[in-house]
């Protein structure tokens, strides 16, 4: 019979028993749980609840429960329905009538939304870890890319030149943007629920502020209908995985793209490419297509938790059970992401010289033949018709606008001279984007410094953080 089988007479179906554990994913919050229920013994006994032998009992229990399920000497049975019941159940075995005093003035309401809240802030930890590495990484490629030049692109067509260190800084900022949304999503789980009871608090005098202090909250959440009920915190946590999980596809992409033989911007490593069962020749860009399709079920864990949560009345619904495998999903989905990207684009080759070879091509140095007239008088929009004549002479020789005679410059327009051809000089054309933000090797040297300041800020405001109980890393128990 379940621990709360007294009001029934019949136990359930083993079908529906099934159907409605948890057990399979909340049993990896078990640190969690143990780290809970500890908490609450505590508190119990410092509010005179229970005694002070039976929480000591109680510790005791639970540190040894702890240490089987870290061995996998712990069998977890699907009758336990989910990890509370689990470990509770187990501590009444082994320390007798103490076990069955730890649940005094907490619900599995409470209960589960305490240990939610702590996986999330672990996880949001790990992932804004990540970030910060991945980021490192992505400066110290643009450090070493130095003022390598590619052709930036807009519509996947030639537009101007950029630095490539320019391109990969780009990609910095997002995850910068995306540091922040993880940090939002650990403070909105820092938050304690426990002592909420199911719904409506309790009778017994507990001490919510000693709770939340001991298991490391920075505060108390003032509502016990809210605390039981809210799911806000995991909807930040995978909307933040979500905006991460699509920028790591933009730039996926942008791998896919630069290693293909059209492009050959780059060489991926051996390490990071994997080849064809009939095909001696291929090295494809796989890992860098899996993230790029690990975007989807990243995006799809924040869609079902959306539509699980959506028109929920209060309090607890057992619909939120669905709550937590969706989060561990995007969260250890993203992870996994996130270091394979970070071993891609610290071992990848860069091929300046290729990128050089086809600068000439989508005459890049057009607006800059444009900007050459508007700056000796002529309005820009009427530059810009007359350059784009010449672009069309170009098409229809065959060459790039820098490739054109002299002498079809000047036809163009009479405010064109022989200096024309500066306008074509690639390098300079970079250099002279020197306004803030813009592609400038000095431009972007001063840029480099604001993002690594972004990310000595970030390193500082994560070890800043409150204390988190780590996820289990025990793998070796079976159902």
């Known amino acids: 019979m379940a621990l709360w089988g007294g009001r029934f007479e019949d136990s359930v179906s083993e079908l529906t028993q099934e159907f409605g554990a948890s057990l399979p994913v909340d049993r990896h919050l078990y640190r969690q749980d143990i780290a ?35 061995a996998g000497a712990f069998t977890f049975d699907i009758n336990d329905e989910d990890i509370h019941m689990a470990i509770e159940g187990e501590l009444t075995r082994r320390i007798g009538a103490a076990g069955g005093r730890l649940h005094t003035g907490r619900s599995r309401n409470d209960q589960v939304a305490t240990d939610t809240r702590l996986a999330a802030k672990a996880l949001a930890r790990g992932l804004m870890e990540q970030n910060l590495a991945l980021r490192h990484a992505l400066v110290d490629a643009a450090k070493a890319a130095g003022t390598t030049i590619l052709p930036g692109m807009t519509h996947l067509q030639h537009a101007q030149p950029v630095l ?54 920075s505060r108390v959440i003032e509502n016990s209908l809210d605390a039981v009920s809210d799911r806000d915190f995991l909807l930040d946590l995978e909307y933040a995985c979500s905006v991460m ?63 699980t949560v959506k028109g929920l009345p209060l309090a607890y619904n057992k619909d939120l059970q669905e709550d937590k495998e969706s989060a561990l999903d995007a969260a250890h989905t993203l992870e996994q992401c996130l270091s394979v990207m970070r ?12 990128m050089r070879a086809v600068m000439h091509r989508g005459h890049l140095a057009a607006t800059d033949v444009a900007d050459y007239l508007a700056k000796r008088g002529m309005p820009f929009r009427e530059a810009h018709a007359v350059v784009g004549h010449l672009v069309l002479e170009a098409e229809k020789t065959g060459c790039d606008i820098s490739e054109l005679p002299l002498e079809t410059f000047h036809e163009a327009s009479d405010l064109f001279g022989d200096d024309v051809v500066g306008a074509f000089d690639l390098d300079a054309i970079v250099a002279a984007r020197t306004t803030q933000g813009g592609t400038a090797p000095v431009a972007v040297e001063a840029q480099m410094a604001k993002v690594e300041a972004g990310i000595a800020a970030d390193e500082a405001t994560l070890d800043a953080l409150s204390p988190v109980v780590k996820m289990g890393t025990a793998t070796r128990s079976v159902l």
């Open 36 to 70: 809970g229920s500890k908490a609450h013994a505590a508190m119990l006994a410092a509010q005179g609840i229970i005694s002070d032998e039976d929480a000591q009992a109680i510790r005791a229990g639970l540190d040894g429960i702890e240490a089987d399920i870290e």
């Open 164 to 217: 490539f260190a320019h391109q990969l800084l780009a990609y910095a900022w997002m995850l910068a943007r995306d540091y922040t949304r993880l940090h939002a999503a650990f403070d909105a789980a820092d938050a304690s629920p426990l002592g909420a009871a199911a719904l409506a608090g309790t009778t017994y005098p507990l001490d919510r502020q000693m709770t939340a202090y001991t298991l490391g909250f």
């Open 245 to 307: 999980a699509v920028h790591l596809s933009r730039l996926s992409e942008e791998i896919v793209l630069w290693s293909s033989q059209e492009f050959g911007f780059i060489t991926l490593s051996d390490a990071f490419s994997t080849g064809s069962s009939i095909m001696p020749q291929k090295k494809n860009p796989d890992f860098a297509e899996l993230i790029r399709g690990k975007c989807g079920r990243v995006v799809g864990d924040l869609v079902q938790l959306l539509v």
């Open 343 to 354: 071993g891609m684009v610290s071992t990848w080759t860069v091929n300046a010289d290729r």
